[in-house]
């Protein structure tokens, strides 16, 4: 495919920030977001400078939740498409309306411009922040947030129809406090390479239901498993070629399937396979701080389960934490952590994720 592309025309019917632009009409707009904008504003800019260039692609990072972050090229058609795929998945026709609180630096965020853009939303802008409706008055038909902005924005929510969710996976906590929300609130499944979600699950559903639901894929993705249990994602309207995760799975269907854990987190324990993720499911239920499970060398085991909790350091503390841990019924002997080490901050990721190997190395001799 040769690298120029013609950039689309935005939708008649687009609109951000209550105006509508043209291609050329935003342009002007992105150099005015760069030359006088705030931060995010700048970010906006960035992006719409990048996309209005006549490249078949733009250069994007990874968000580094799993690694160092890498920069990847993504074909416009494909992100153009992802659009499509989410206007027909989750209902969200011309004439939506829109609310833009994630950073444009990442690809959730460059991705709700693409939507409005092509799709005829009605997108309005404000700085990302941890508790992004507090100071809204505006119901908006459509949204997406970090789980930690869903935590705070629970009271409000009756300002967003439909929301997902995305950046990390929803604890049993906060699902449980979601039962009463009108909102139709759903968790997302993807990654920066796809442009985004190719999967996603409601987490708040009229119907009672026992346990978690799987993930139900977007239009034209199938999936299958390697030797190791992995998911594989084909896709070719957002794909050029499979890609082969390090998540495990479990799949159910043709069309859905269950997220175990990442297979790079799985800890060997004297012979015992663990999945953190699948602890932390469990221990969401009894801790109220941030934490995460990990594995410490150990002579026996040959690795130990150990487990963080930002929090200020007291040996009051760790008894109170292993009499809760020691109240989990579901959590079974292995699953249980044979250390506990309370940590003030936590090391981040630049998008706000905890980085669980930089915490790791910095806090622990």
């Excluded at 013609?6 to 687009?14: C, L, R, S, V």
Aim: net charge positive; aromatic share 10%.
């Amino acid at each position: 495919m040769p690298n120029s592309y013609k950039i689309p025309e935005t939708h008649p019917n687009f609109q951000l920030n209550k105006r509508h632009f043209t291609n050329s009409e935003l342009k002007q707009v992105a150099y005015s977001y760069i030359k006088e904008g705030e931060p995010y504003e700048q970010q906006i800019g960035s992006f719409l400078l990048d996309w209005l260039k006549p490249s078949s692609f733009i250069e994007v990072y990874t968000s580094g939740s799993t690694g160092k972050p890498k920069k990847i090229r993504l074909k416009k058609q494909h992100m153009v498409n992802s659009a499509l795929a989410t206007s027909r998945f989750f209902d969200l026709p011309a004439k939506t309306t829109a609310l833009l609180c994630l950073p444009a630096e990442y690809i959730a965020g460059k991705m709700m411009l693409v939507r409005a853009m092509f799709l005829g939303w009605d997108l309005d802008t404000i700085p990302p922040s941890s508790n992004p409706l507090d100071n809204l008055f505006k119901v908006y038909d459509f949204s997406a947030m970090t789980p930690f902005q869903l935590d705070n924005s629970i009271a409000r929510l009756h300002l967003v129809k439909k929301l997902i969710i995305g950046g990390g996976a929803v604890s049993p906590r906060l699902r449980n406090m979601l039962k009463d929300v009108d909102t139709r609130i759903f968790e997302t499944y993807g990654m920066t390479e796809t442009s985004s979600h190719i999967a996603a699950k409601k987490l708040n559903s009229r119907k009672k239901r026992k346990g978690d639901r799987p993930f139900k894929l977007m239009p034209n993705v199938s999936i299958a498993q390697d030797e190791r249990g992995c998911l594989i994602i084909k896709a070719p309207n957002v794909l050029d070629e499979e890609i082969v995760t390090n998540d495990v799975v479990e799949i159910v269907t043709y069309k859905k399937f269950f997220w175990k854990g990442r297979y790079d987190n799985v800890i060997n324990s004297g012979g015992i396979k663990l999945h953190p993720e699948q602890i932390e499911q469990k221990l969401n239920k009894v801790l109220d701080h941030r934490f995460f499970v990990t594995s410490m060398p150990d002579e026996s085991l040959g690795n130990k389960l150990v487990l963080f909790v930002e929090d200020d350091f007291s040996e009051k503390k760790i008894d109170e934490l292993l009499d809760k841990i020691s109240g989990v019924k579901s959590l079974d002997k292995y699953e249980k952590p044979k250390k506990i080490y309370l940590i003030e901050k936590f090391e981040e990721t630049p998008n706000g994720k905890i980085h669980r190997e930089n915490t790791l190395k910095s806090k622990v001799s």
